[in-house]
């Protein structure tokens, strides 16, 4: 019994160690709330669905948790990758891609972001992928 426990208490800390980032360099929207730029961690919330995320920072004092839905793409990417509608300088998380998959999360637009993608005199994609 002991064992199995040293066992499992090794493989979560292994697990945790192995938590990969992602370096946002400017500040977004994700959900409702805007977070700083840093280094995150995007990740379902539960293991059994990917329905709901969670984003958040390196010291685990900023964060946000988001529904999606899923997209697909005739190509699966080689990296994970994050996707920003940009509207005049304002970055909204859109979706989610990871690899070994061609589908993905996507987040449904907000209210205010709806209000932008409408009004903005500049709008573009942004992808970042884990470096």
Do not use: C
């Not at 990969?20 to 977070?35: A, C, E, Q, R």
């Not at 059994?48 to 793409?73: C, F, L, M, Q, Y």
């Amino acid at each position: 019994m002991l064992s199995l426990l040293l066992v499992m208490t090794t493989a979560s800390v292994n697990a945790q160690s192995k938590r990969s980032f992602i370096n946002i360099p400017f500040s977004f929207t994700v959900g409702d709330k805007t977070l700083p730029a840093g280094e995150y961690t995007i990740a379902p919330i539960t293991k059994g669905s990917h329905n709901v995320w969670r984003v958040e920072n390196r010291s685990g004092d900023k964060r946000a948790i988001v529904t999606t839905i899923p997209v697909w793409d005739s190509k699966t990417p080689d990296e994970p990758s994050l996707v920003f509608n940009k509207y005049d300088g304002q970055y909204f998380l859109s979706q989610i891609l990871t690899t070994g998959d061609n589908s993905g999360r996507e987040l449904p637009m907000r209210r205010l972001e709806r209000a932008l993608a409408k009004s903005a005199s500049e709008k573009e994609k942004v992808v970042l992928t884990r470096t």
